[in-house]
């Protein structure tokens, strides 16, 4: 059933909020010569919606609501059994395509980020970083099935006495009975893992940049970013429906412009943009195709991740007694997947390019407490800062609805 890996796929998109994402409180501060900033981000979200292409919100296991129609109820017995059965659903009034029940299913999927980033202040003007994400993630899926009024009506035929198919009829009961296991055991036949609960943890993708201040004076700040995404964390899993990547396996090259707009009171203004390409990769994926996504091959494939464009504005109030304050709006679209290659046919490819591109509109708010101003006059002997987010998404396209906790610590010494 393609519904089942289009619908467990959109949980990948979890990936967005680690480490390398774009949030709405970018600025153009770096680091003095000489001084290091270790800050620990932690990021967490619970979730059970998506969005589908146009925007409207489902739950996220919708596409699972599949129908079980009679000819898959005997599409694994004997020719003569099967043809038997056929023949009385036909006497009936019953056809192959008629559905006997529904496949419905909840899925909840759970993601913490702790991603330690050092800084470095290499000149005035220049800092480094580097961030090194390790994720936690787990999914809960249940799925179910319930029979509907035909095919109970069926079963009643099949089982009175006078029918000679009553034996037929009683196995016909049972595979209605034990659809969800019969799903499963297929899946386990083909080399998927059974729909159950699933968790991992590991490293992310890293991420290294270099931030360059170009012009900081009274009344404006203006600088870049620009790095590259190494592929440290885990792909996929090809074989497992419900898993939770922490990375896509590429290099992917970015680069950002922030400015700073000081304005009185101290508050300030802030726009970004972020172009992020990455570079074309290579992975194992199963050949799906929209009529058969379970009794398919797996090959390697060639493709290219779609680029991803960031771009947002905050307003922030950072008085010198300490508080630290904000709020945001940050904007993604994400370029659809793109596979290539001899040994995946156009409608794999087509399969595996649906709903891989994405749009998300998110606002943010921010509150802290930043010992930074205390220092630089001799009042406290320690810099550092505690930060507390809250990401909600406003709208989004091909994206699962997701609320982010965000924490972040930093240390400067």
């Known amino acids: 059933m393609l519904v089942l890996q289009s619908s467990i796929a959109r949980v990948v998109l979890c990936t967005l909020i680690g480490s390398t994402a774009a949030f ?3 600025d153009t501060k770096v680091l003095p010569k000489g001084v290091r900033n270790l800050s620990i981000r932690t990021v967490d979200t619970s979730f059970n919606q998506t969005t589908d292409p146009g925007g409207m919100v489902e739950p996220l296991a919708h596409l ?3 129908d079980l129609t009679f000819a898959q109820v005997v599409r694994d017995d004997t020719k003569l059994k099967g043809a038997l059965l056929k023949g009385f659903m036909l006497q009936n009034g019953l056809k192959d395509e008629d559905a006997v029940g529904q496949f419905s299913a909840d899925i909840t999927a759970h993601l913490t980020v702790i991603a330690p980033i050092m ?3 290499l000149t005035p003007n220049l800092t480094l970083a580097l961030a090194t994400p390790f994720y936690q993630a787990q999914t809960k899926t249940n799925v179910g099935f319930v029979a509907n009024q035909r095919a ?4 009643a035929l099949l089982a009175k006495p006078e029918n000679s198919q009553i034996a037929n009829g009683r196995e016909a009961a049972m595979k209605l009975s034990d659809a969800v296991g019969r799903l499963n055991n297929k899946l386990s036949a083909n080399n998927f893992q059974r729909l159950d609960a699933w968790n991992s943890s590991g490293p992310g993708d890293a991420t290294l940049a270099g931030k360059y201040q170009y012009v900081n004076n009274s009344v404006l700040a203006l600088a870049s970013t620009t790095g590259v995404v190494l592929p440290t964390g885990r792909r996929k899993d090809p074989d497992v429906l419900n898993d939770i990547p922490f990375g896509e396996g590429v290099w992917a090259p970015f680069a950002q412009m922030a400015v700073d707009e000081k304005l009185p009171q101290h508050f300030t ?3 970004f943009g972020k172009y992020t390409a990455p570079l074309p990769g290579y992975k ?7 009529d058969e996504p379970i009794e398919v091959g ?3 494939a060639n493709y ?3 680029d991803k464009v960031d771009a947002g504005t905050s307003l922030r109030y950072d008085p010198s007694f300490g508080l630290v304050s904000g709020i945001g709006y940050a904007y993604m679209h994400k370029y659809g997947d793109v596979y290539r290659g001899e040994g995946i046919s156009n409608d794999s490819k087509k399969a595996l390019q649906r709903w891989t591109d994405k749009t998300a509109h998110n606002a943010e708010v921010m509150i802290g407490y930043s010992t930074v101003p205390l220092y630089q006059q001799g009042r406290v002997p320690v810099p550092f800062s505690l930060r507390a987010s809250y990401v909600k998404q406003l709208a989004g396209r091909n994206m699962p609805v997701t609320n982010l906790a965000q924490f972040d610590f930093d240390l400067y010494f």
């Open 24 to 26: 709405a409180f970018e």
């Open 64 to 66: 699972l609501y599949k």
């Open 119 to 121: 800084a470095y202040g």
């Open 152 to 155: 109970q009506s069926l079963m």
């Open 269 to 271: 203004v802030n726009q």
């Open 284 to 290: 194992s994926v199963r050949t799906i195709t929209y």
């Open 298 to 300: 797996s090959v390697n």
């Open 304 to 306: 290219k991740e779609g």
